[in-house]
């Protein structure tokens, strides 16, 4: 099970969470219009500042549903 599709029956059931794909592709297939994508190689300060980013915006989005 891809993360895409996994993300996808979760938004079908109207589950919202905030999610962050990693990859080690810069052109990887399916992630094109996903939302918050992190490239690989990373610093633990980038995935830091990215995880609280994409937390904070989920704070401010409202809930599904």
Known sequence: LSGPTMISLLRKENINVPVLYTTGYADAPG???VGHVLIKP???KELAARIRELLD???ASPPLG
């Open 42 to 44: 990373y610093t633990t």
């Open 31 to 33: 992630l094109d219009n």
């Open 57 to 59: 915006t989920a704070e």
